[in-house]
Structures are given as structure tokens and as C-alpha cells.
Antibody, heavy 123, light 110 residues
Framework: QVQLHQWGVGLLKPSETLSLTCGVS????????WTWIRQAPGKELEWIGE???????LCKSSLKSRVTISLDTPKKQMSLRLTSVTAADTAVYYC?????????????????WGKGTTVTVSS | QSVLTQPPSLSAAPGQKVIISCSGS????????VSWYQQLPGTAPKLLMF???QRPSGIPDRFSGSKSGTSVTLGITGLQIEDEANYYC???????????FGGGTMLTVL
């Protein structure tokens, strides 16, 4: 059974860089995209971006200048870096596996999720 | 303001049926498949429905999905206490070139 394990620093000061890693166990790493989503306290889910199995990335436009998502296929891991964090970046960050029957965004869905990592930005 | 619009909250009694709506536009729901996620308090979201009306293995047939134009609905019959959760719709937006979520619907079973 596929499981996603997340880890990273949970407390940051403003202007620091958020760095999270998501490891995959129990399943294939190829033929999927890997996605980061966050949820601010009491708020809805927000898509941050994704990386496909070729290493190609796509990010939410408002975060694009600060986000790097990368893949380490041999280690079956993906990573998120978010620079220059502010209090507005305080959230639970989730990684998820994205599957697609037709291989496009049109029919993609997130079928396996990590447990989430709480990140707090405070001076 | 979320790109996809859901009612913030709904409530129903155990055993009853509830329908959660999610409306969008031609650039998202109108042209792409929709997924639904269930988020129990304090836990990660869980895939409930994909490609508008397909249930992953393990999801009971009390849950159903449908789509019409630029709106989708999630139906839950025979409500149980453990169905009390937040429900989110999600799809791809062609104009934004991004995944978009609804604002979520908090379902209370009382």
C-alpha cells in the first residue's frame, strides 16, 4: 500500500526558507505527478504546485517566484522550497500523489495524501 | 474567494440524504473532470470521487457524483455520524493553468 511520509522544519521566522520533503513507500514512483497543497488555519485547500515524473513543474502563479518543487527519483522523494516566508504562509502542508487515467490535467486526481506538516511562521 | 463555489455548511439527520453542490465555469468544471475529497477533523483529505462520478475502491456506494454543465454535485445517502466532515470539490482550470478547489462544505450530521 502506497504511503507518503513528510518531514521538514515546522517553525520559521519571516524571510526564512521553508523546506519540506515527501517520501514514497510501498508503490511506484513513475507514471504519477506529485503535488503540494496547503491549508491555512480554518481555510480551504490551496494548490501550490506539482512535479511530473519527467521533472517538469507547474506552480500557482501567485507563488511561482518563491516556489521550487523538485524530484529525486532514485530516493523516491519530492521536495518543496518556499522562499521569503511570511505569516501568510502559516499552514498545514500536504504532499499528494496525482494520478490521471488519460495522462492530462483534465482528468487528474489526488489519490494518496501525506499526513501533513504544520508550518508556522512567526517572529 | 474560491474559484469553485460550495455552500459553507449543511446539516442533516442520520439516515437522511444530502446533496453538496459545487459550481464553476466553462474554464474549469465545464471542460474538465471533477474530484471530491472528504476531510475529517484534524486529518488529511481523502479522495472520495474522481472523474465526476467514479468511486475509489473502499468508498461505499452511499456516495455518488454527478455533473451538469458547469456544476457538480456530491450525494450522500443513509447519512452516518462518521460522515461529519468537510467536503471539497476540485478540478483543473484551463485559464489559470492551475488546480482549483472549492471553499469546502462542512457537513454536520445531527
Amino acid at each position: 500500500q502506497v504511503q507518503l511520509h513528510q518531514w521538514g522544519v515546522g517553525l520559521l521566522k519571516p524571510s526564512e526558507t521553508l523546506s519540506l520533503t515527501c517520501g514514497v513507500s510501498g508503490g511506484s514512483f513513475n507514471s504519477y505527478s506529485w503535488t503540494w497543497i496547503r491549508q491555512a488555519p480554518g481555510k480551504e485547500l490551496e494548490w501550490i504546485g506539482e512535479v511530473n515524473d519527467d521533472g517538469g513543474t507547474l506552480c500557482k502563479s501567485s507563488l511561482k517566484s518563491r516556489v521550487t518543487i523538485s524530484l529525486d527519483t532514485p530516493k523516491k522523494q519530492m521536495s518543496l522550497r518556499l522562499t521569503s516566508v511570511t505569516a501568510a504562509d502559516t499552514a498545514v502542508y500536504y504532499c499528494a500523489r496525482t494520478a490521471s487515467s488519460g495522462g492530462s490535467h483534465s482528468d487528474a486526481y489526488m489519490d494518496v495524501w501525506g499526513k501533513g506538516t504544520t508550518v508556522t511562521v512567526s517572529s | 474567494q474560491s474559484v469553485l463555489t460550495q455552500p459553507p455548511s449543511l446539516s442533516a439527520a442520520p439516515g437522511q440524504k444530502v446533496i453538496i453542490s459545487c459550481s464553476g465555469s466553462s474554464s474549469n468544471i465545464g471542460n474538465n473532470y471533477v474530484s471530491w475529497y472528504q476531510q475529517l477533523p484534524g486529518t488529511a483529505p481523502k479522495l472520495l470521487m474522481f472523474e465526476n462520478n467514479q468511486r475509489p475502491s473502499g468508498i461505499p456506494d452511499r456516495f455518488s457524483g454527478s455533473k451538469s454543465g458547469t456544476s457538480v454535485t456530491l450525494g450522500i445517502t443513509g447519512l452516518q455520524i462518521e460522515d461529519e466532515a468537510n467536503y471539497y470539490c476540485e478540478t483543473w482550470d484551463d485559464s489559470l493553468r492551475a488546480v482549483v478547489f472549492g471553499g469546502g462544505t462542512m457537513l454536520t450530521v445531527l
